[in-house]
């Protein structure tokens, strides 16, 4: 009996991007065209992959198992420079926020102006000099958000000593 993509059906896909690296997954869903969505392992968006459209066992490859599909994890989180697709300088996760303000995730204003001067480089600003008076010392927890929204995570205001705050440094454009 051939496989079927179906919700639950493991997978390994291939391509992800510019990386040919094979990527395991599952398909969570079938679209109203019945083409599979598919959440790669460790990733929250699912991708929308037409088995049909790609040349046959080249990139996306049904295996025999199926299982449950995992919730998606929601609430607050750990943030790392993976999970949050941020750019890291010196083990510091840098984040620019809806393209008017950075973060650097630390307790050290040193390492925060080196890390966010760095980012600033790397990204063309006009002028690169961070300084200890422009930033802006803040506790914040991150929150994942549902699929469907408009972010895929967000920041909210925290305590030192909250569960999951961490410190960081804003700078506002």
């Known amino acids: 009996m051939p496989i079927t993509a179906e919700p639950g059906r493991r997978v390994i896909f291939i391509g ?27 990733h929250r968006c699912n991708l929308r992959i037409n088995p049909n459209r790609l040349p046959p066992n080249k990139h996306l490859h049904l295996l025999n198992h199926t299982g449950p599909v995992p919730a998606l994890p929601m609430g607050r989180f750990t943030p790392t420079a993976h999970n949050l697709k941020a750019n890291e300088y010196d083990g510091i996760p840098v984040i620019e926020l809806d393209g008017d303000q950075v973060i650097a995730i630390t307790d050290d204003i040193n390492r925060a102006i080196h890390a966010i001067t760095h980012y600033g480089n790397d990204h063309d600003w006009a002028h690169t000099n961070i300084t200890a008076d422009r930033l802006r010392s803040e506790w914040v927890a991150f929150e994942w958000q549902p699929e469907d929204a408009e972010c895929e995570w967000l920041t909210i205001d925290a305590e030192p000593g909250d569960d999951m705050a961490v410190h960081t440094y804003r700078l506002p454009y």
């Not at 992800?16 to 959440?39: E, H, K, M, N, V």
Request: a negative charge.
């Open 16 to 42: 992800y991007g510019s990386d040919p690296t094979p990527r395991p997954g599952i398909i969570t869903a079938l679209d109203t065209d019945g083409i599979p969505l598919i959440r790669l392992d460790g």
